[in-house]
């Protein structure tokens, strides 16, 4: 089975654009959520889709979104982007039925906001 | 609010020897604890999880203790190896809710010296 997936792997903004990320659940996988990962912070819950409906929300601004398409695949979105955005976004899968399911992590998208 | 705590930040361990990195959570209705190990340029693996309603549980030279009562688990790595080396984390979450919400715990860099 394949592992989940993240696109692009790498990406180079400036302050004030926006970024779309993508992210593909292993096959079978209903729930999607995405963290963000900095040194000073760690892993932090941005929002959790299930069945294309968000099902939790962490506490970051607006400018964060995300959605969840029929197949399971994910995107998130960060709009007018700022220096503090840099940092390693992961999305996890999980069969989502319930809180208790595993987990698994794809190797994340590399921001750098310049 | 939801919280957990990882100790210690750092761990060297030599080849051979044992490492145990503990964790403690804020929020009594948490009941899922995985652990996860973060390779350079990877994301995190889930290792081992436990679930409320059991103490301990093993998989080869990896265990995991859970004491619900003081609300803390720990991960105890034997007879460690080079390739141990690595960012370890714990998390929590509701397990019986509807959402596949984790916190995070800070992170342990463990080395393991040859």
């Known amino acids: 089975k394949a592992g989940v997936t993240q696109t692009p792997r790498y990406l180079i903004k400036t302050r004030g654009q926006q970024v779309t990320l993508s992210c593909s659940p292993i096959?079978?996988?209903?729930?999607v959520s995405w963290y963000q990962q900095t040194p000073g912070q760690g892993l932090q819950f941005l929002f959790e889709?299930?069945?294309?409906?968000?099902?939790n929300k962490g506490n970051f601004p607006g400018r964060f979104s995300g959605r969840q398409f029929s197949n399971s695949r994910s995107e998130m979105n960060v709009s007018t982007l700022e220096l503090g955005d840099s940092a390693l976004y992961l999305c996890a899968s999980s069969l989502g039925s319930t809180g208790a399911n595993e987990q698994f992590f794809g190797p994340g998208t590399r921001l750098t906001v310049l | 609010g939801e919280n957990v705590e990882q100790h210690p930040s750092t761990l060297s361990v030599q080849e051979g020897d044992s490492a145990v990195i503990k964790c403690t959570y804020s929020?009594?209705?948490?009941?899922?604890f995985p652990w996860y190990k973060q390779e350079l340029g990877k994301g995190p693996q889930l290792i081992i999880d436990?679930?409320?309603?059991?103490g301990e549980k093993k998989d080869q030279r990896i265990a995991v203790t859970l004491n619900k009562t003081a609300k803390h688990f720990s991960l105890h790595i034997t007879e460690t190896q080079p390739e141990d080396s690595a960012v370890y984390f714990c998390a929590a979450s509701h397990g019986s809710s509807n959402t596949g919400k984790l916190i995070f715990g800070q992170g342990t860099t463990l080395q393991v010296k040859p």
């Open positions: 436990i679930r409320s309603n059991v």
């Open positions: 929020d009594s209705a948490s009941n899922y």
């Open positions: 096959s079978g996988h209903r729930s």
């Open positions: 889709y299930f069945s294309e409906t968000q099902r």
